[in-house]
């Protein structure tokens, strides 16, 4: 089980300050929900489409249109909710964020700020294998996506793609409870596997899916802990966002050199201005985007297209019974039911389609801890080298699985194993047929290994003479053995006759 009670890692001290200092970070986590439909229009989310193809009229913000909540999307969002061990809010309400872009046709967007549909949760973020540190979550809620200006395309002509208008987004707001650049990666890590083992969010950052506002702060030594006693933020430094992070290691890198920015300004006897940063990854450097808006100067008020949501705790409790089995519950029974490591657990369990293709082989090969190493060290290793996934794997579970159980029933080595894994991932076919058909068999026949251990030894007198001298020289006679039976000999059995017939 994880270890919660372990000493969290001590807060990251910024190399090269004057004095001590601490980060405090806190995330603010954009996950498109994983539904075909926007979340109050029937257009599609298909990402890639002709642009402006995926477009309702009530996502243009064409007069006289209403938007209709998906009923879908909001079940999505009360599974994350659950998924993350939160409190589901049976009512919630939709607000307006009223701003002008040309990306927001409706001149405002759908969100949910007074009454979220989800309430406190928690993410455990795993520091070392079966260590993690509790990251809460203070709430999700559901709120639209924008659509993308394009200004790179003509140099006198700015265009925009309204496909993405009006695309359920989940956002998760994170409690100031990261303390540093591994741990803000290793959360978002954490809370997307979460999301893909739910299937409410597919987690694909390079397409914009996921992705992180970080909010930054620094402070002296100790000041952390007063603001956990009190819940208190005047404890805590004041915080600049940085918006739009869509890769883990930009988030680090950001974290990093904001940090740096923000002590050099106190140190020098100014002040940070809370505000909102973009990151540069090019020079390496956040820089100033707008000061920070508050809530009204957004004018937000209630939707009046829209009722508040209600929904009932039967519905919830009908969603809690589709909830799978999660990473962290996996990563248990794994280490547990198959006496893993925690490590391997952990890797097993990174992906939902591993852990179930694992389970696979090890049931049918009738040992889980041979099948984790196959799947592991040769499978694995050799997807990776492919640059293939473990859906497009050319050796199904019933394959690995049959190789396994061939060399617990002594028929091959282990080497001879990894040969047939080869042509079973490179020609396909039934790895027995294989071992049978090119006679890989590995003879344990003792019969047949004396028979070439004499033969061998009759051709080579004085090799029997040193080794007999030399027992270490037997080695010499159990590679001829090998050599003649095209490696199928049981090396153990060809061992033991060879030392017998020399008399060692
Ligand atoms: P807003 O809605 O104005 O962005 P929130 O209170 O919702 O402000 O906070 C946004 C995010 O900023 C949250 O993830 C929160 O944890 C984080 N945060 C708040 N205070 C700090 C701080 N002093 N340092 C770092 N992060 C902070
Ligand atoms: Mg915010």
Known sequence: MLDLSYEPPAPKVIQGAREDWELVIGLEVHAQVASKAKLFS??????????????????????????????????????????????????????????????????????????????????????????????????????????KSIHDMDPTMSFVDLNRTGVALMEIVSRPDIRGPEEAAAYVGKLRQILRYLGTCDGNMQNGNLRADVNVSVCRPGDYEKYQETQDFSHLGTRCEIKNMNSMRFIQAAIEVEARRQIAIIEDGGAVVQETRLFDPDRGETRSMRSKEEAHDYRYFPDPDLLPLEIEQAWVDEIRATLPELPDEKRARFVTEYGMTEYDASVLTAEVENASYFEAVAAEAGDGKMAANWVINELFGRLKKDDRGIAESPVDPAQLAAIVRLIKSDAISGKTAKDVFEIVYTEGGNPETIVEERGLKQVTDTGAIEDAVDRIIADNPAQVEKAQSNPKLAGWFVGQVMKATGGTANPKAVNEIVATKLGL
């Open 42 to 147: 029937g257009a599609s989310t298909l990402f890639g489409a002709e642009p402006n193809s995926n477009v309702a009229f009530v996502d243009a913000g064409m007069p006289g249109m209403l938007p209709v909540i998906n009923e879908g999307c909001v079940a999505l969002a009360v599974k994350t909710g659950l998924g993350l061990n939160a409190a589901i809010n049976l009512r919630s309400a939709f607000d307006r964020k009223n701003y002008f872009y040309p990306d927001l046709p409706q001149g405002y967007q759908i969100s949910q700020l007074y009454h979220p549909i989800v309430g406190e949760g928690e993410v455990l973020v795993d520091m070392a294998p079966g260590v993690a540190r509790r990251v809460r979550i203070e709430r999700i809620h559901l709120e639209q996506d924008a659509g």
